[in-house]
């Protein structure tokens, strides 16, 4: 089984450009959620998706906005790029059960971003 | 919002050495997970262990739900173990999720 599939890689951007990332969950995976990662903050959540719907959110300004398609698949959006948002941005999916307990995650390779 | 601490921040240990790294939470949780980033920047899931006991290979973890944290062991390290070990946390069981990342500890093996 494919693994979670986030493209592009790398990229880099300039202040007040938009970025676009793409991630490709685990097929039969239909939550898919967004991490952003930088030396200073660590791992912080930014949003999760499931069946085309934002299901949690966390605490970042409206620049940053995803979206989930039919097929799981999904992508976040990043406007008027500034510096501090040089990241790693890191995707992961997993399947959705019902019950008390959540389910296993899995992350993709993550997109290296860099604001100049 | 819940709080996750990691202990040590940073360890460096001899090849063969075996280690244990802690991850306290401040509030009841229903998901619990270990991982391990490479130096490529990918996060490989060790366990998904909200509470008990689970062993693979040289990996073994124990969470004390009541207690509030968990032990992640590692037994004859290799060099390859060498990164960052992230715990996260969450409670929103079945409603989706939202990670609450530790700061990690970072691992070295030396040769």
């Known amino acids: 089984k494919a693994g979670v599939t986030q493209t592009p890689r790398y990229l880099i951007k300039t202040r007040g450009q938009q970025v676009t990332l793409s991630c490709s969950p685990i097929?039969?995976?239909?939550?898919v959620s967004w991490y952003q990662q930088t030396p200073g903050q660590g791992l912080q959540f930014l949003f999760e998706?499931?069946?085309?719907?934002?299901?949690n959110k966390g605490n970042f300004p409206g620049r940053f906005s995803g979206r989930q398609f039919s097929n799981s698949r999904s992508e976040m959006n990043v406007s008027t790029l500034e510096l501090g948002d040089s990241a790693l941005y890191l995707c992961?999916?997993?399947?959705?059960?019902?019950?008390?307990?959540?389910?296993?995650?899995?992350f993709g390779e993550g997109s290296w971003l860099t604001v100049v | 919002g819940i709080q996750v601490e990691q202990s040590p921040p940073d360890l460096i240990l001899q090849e063969g050495a075996n280690s244990t790294l802690r991850c306290n939470f401040s509030?009841?949780?229903?998901?619990l997970q270990w991982f391990h980033q490479n130096p490529w920047g990918q996060l490989i899931n060790l366990f998904y262990?909200?509470?008990g006991t689970k062993q693979n290979g040289r990996l073994s973890a124990t969470t004390v739900a009541t207690e509030r944290y968990s032990l992640l062991y590692i037994s004859s390290s290799q060099t390859t173990d060498s990164g960052v070990y992230f715990c996260?946390?969450?409670?929103?069981?079945?409603?989706?999720?939202?990670?609450?990342f530790g700061p990690g500890t970072r691992l070295s093996v030396l040769p």
């Open positions: 097929s039969g995976h239909r939550s």
């Open positions: 509030d009841s949780v229903n998901n």
């Open positions: 262990i909200p509470s």
């Open positions: 992961a999916s997993s399947p959705h059960s019902p019950g008390p307990i959540g389910n296993t995650i899995y």
């Open positions: 998706y499931f069946s085309e719907t934002q299901r």
């Open positions: 996260a946390v969450d409670r929103r069981g079945n409603y989706g999720q939202n990670f609450v």
